[in-house]
Each structure stands twice: as C-alpha cells, then as structure tokens.
C-alpha cells in the first residue's frame, strides 16, 4: 500500500517533514517483498521502526519509507535456556514485559525503552547495565539489494557501546530478533548501583523479575525516559552518548568529573568491591576512560530545562541528556540546541560530545 504520512506523527521527537512514499507493511511476507522491490529498485529507502532514535528534517522527504509493523513473539525451549523469537515490529516494552510474564530472565533491565525490537540492535541498546548484546542469539537479516535472508549470529554484528555494525557497512533489514534467556522468577543479577538502591538491594543480587520491571519504569518515569503524556518524554532519550576518551584528556578534568576506567576486553569487565559502576565497560582501548555525558553539559553552564530565546527545544527538565520538543519545535531548533551544546562542553573541558540518534535528510 502507498500512502503519505508525516515523520512528525511517527517520531517520539515530534519532528520532520511530509514522506510522499510510505508502506507498512504487517505480515512477514509482506515486508521481505517490500524491501526486496524498493531495496533493489534505484529509489532512495528508510526504514522505520518506533521512531525513537531518529531526528528527521522538516524538508519533504523524498526516500520510500518502510514502517516496519510485523508483530509475533515465539519460544523455542533448548535445554536450560529458551529462545525467544520477536519479528520486528513488536514493541520492544511489550516483548520485555512478556519475558517478565513467561518466567525468562536477561531482559528485564531493558524495560520501558521504546522503539521496536527491529530498531533495537541498530544501536545495541542499553540501560541500568544491561545492552541488548548480553542476550541476542542472532536476527533474521535481508541485506540491501538481494533476495535471500540470512541468519547473522550476535558475533558477526560488532555490538559495542550504542553501535553495531548495522550502523556501519551490514545495510539492510532486519527481520526478527532471537534472543537466548534464562527460565527463572528472579532477574539477573543487578549491576547498576541507582537501581540497586532504588530496589534497596546489594549490588550483584537477583531480584524478582517483575519487582525489577517495575523498578526499572519508576526510575525512567521519574526522569521522562519512558514515552507518556509527560512533556519531558518527547525526546530522543539521550541525545549524546558518554564520551569515550583517553586517560590523559580524562586525568586533565576537574577532581569531580566521573571517570569510569574501561577494560580493553568486555568480557574482563570487572567491577572492585567498594566501586560503583555507573556504565558498562565496552570496547575500549586499554587506558580508555568513559565520562558522563549529562556532568559534562551541567558543568559547562547549561541547567536541566534550559533552551535558546525564542526556541521551543529544550534540555528536559529532569534529565540533562535529553533535548525534547516543547511544542512546535522545528527540527532546526533542535539541532541548534544540539551544536550549543556541543560548544559549550568543547569549549569548557575539551571534549567533542557525539549525538546518539541517527540525523535523517540534513546536509
Ligand atoms: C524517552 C526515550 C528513552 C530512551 N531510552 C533509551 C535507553 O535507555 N537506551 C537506549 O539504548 N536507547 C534509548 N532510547 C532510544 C531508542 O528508544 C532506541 O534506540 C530504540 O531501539 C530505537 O528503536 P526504533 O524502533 O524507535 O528505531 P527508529 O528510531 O525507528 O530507527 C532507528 C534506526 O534503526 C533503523 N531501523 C529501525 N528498524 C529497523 C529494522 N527493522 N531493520 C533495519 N533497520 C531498522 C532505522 O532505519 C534507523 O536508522 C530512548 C528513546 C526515547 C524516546
């Protein structure tokens, strides 16, 4: 079905402009044929998913755009582990809270992170120590341009701190996502001190998986990252990740800039008694250290709520991260937020902040 819609009515954001070209397709079958023809016809395509992690320009969009709208969640027991098919359509929430339903641990961290299950290894999402890598089994995948589908195994897909190599070179959709979780009532076990403390627990333990969910949405509720009438949620979530720099540009940071030293390995993450780690420790070179994106911007001068006269982008006002759209805002206004910022922590500490969603049809 061609049909015209408008990327502000599709993005969690609220802007971009008229796609002249969309499909949504909502069966299997219907979006492999859909992407085959566009993808290896000479028309310009996007593919869409929850709308949560991109910023659009307000321009006429001239590209085919493809709203994933596949839905299904099917369990395959193996042994002590069970693997959970989702297509990609479904809502990321809703897989989850059905993982927490079913009794399979590895995912209940992740709850309250909108988008799509297809859109979530675009970027390995991650929160309260969890990334989606911890548990991926593999995807279903139809690369640009050709006619089979391929099955890629979570290690040909480089996850690394909010990147796989989806982003970078594999273009193409992704289908379904298989993920390999653990048959049990409690979580696993906890990593992420806020969340340890909010659920009053020591860091390392199990908790009840529905107890964790319900932890886990409290905590992003209380500071808009779950998407709600709440006029601080219409965002992106975070709009620049934590940088990723080397020790000697860390050591040069005033005494109270969180540092988090990273292993060069992730699987020799490690955390010491007495530490707290606040971020997974992900594909650094060794002497890498990860800073805090949000102390960097608070730091360089600009408040929690802050916005440009005239504009109406903001920095939400219960997370430093997020810049939301007050009402109206243009995709322009958001993107000069965006720079400011970038400046100003440049020009305070030296260090380059990098935006986590994808930009979509800016020169
Ligand atoms: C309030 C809020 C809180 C957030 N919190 C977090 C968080 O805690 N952690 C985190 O990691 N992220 C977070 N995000 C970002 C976002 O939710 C995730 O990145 C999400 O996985 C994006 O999925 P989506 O379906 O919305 O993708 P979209 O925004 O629609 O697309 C993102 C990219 O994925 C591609 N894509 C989408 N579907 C497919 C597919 N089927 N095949 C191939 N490519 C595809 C698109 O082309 C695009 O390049 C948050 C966002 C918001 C609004």
Redesign the pocket.
Known sequence: MTNAADFRDL???RVGGAIADFREPSTRGELIDTFREVSSSRQPW?????????VVSDEPFSATVIR?ATRGIDRFDDGDRVLVTAQ??ES?DALVSWTVENGLAGLEALSG????V???P??????YGVELSDTVESLQFLPAGETEVVTLRSDALSFGY?RSS??TGLT????SVTFALTPATESAPIRFDQLARALDVPLGSSVALAEVRRSVLEL?ASK????SDDPD?V????FFTNPVVPASIARALPPGAPRFPLEPQRSETVVPLGVTPEFPNFDAAPGDVKLSAAWLIENSGIPKGFALSGSNAAISSKHTL?IINRGGATADEVLELARYITIRVHDAFGVMLEP???MIGFD
């Open positions: 993005t969690t954001l996007f593919l869409l998913g929850g709308g949560s992690n991109i994933v990609a359509g990321w992170i909108p988008g799509t297809g859109g979530a675009i970027q390995n999402i991650g929160a909010r989806l982003q193409g959709l992704v289908i992003r808009g990252m779950v998407v949620s965002s992106v979530g975070s997020a986590e969603p994808t």
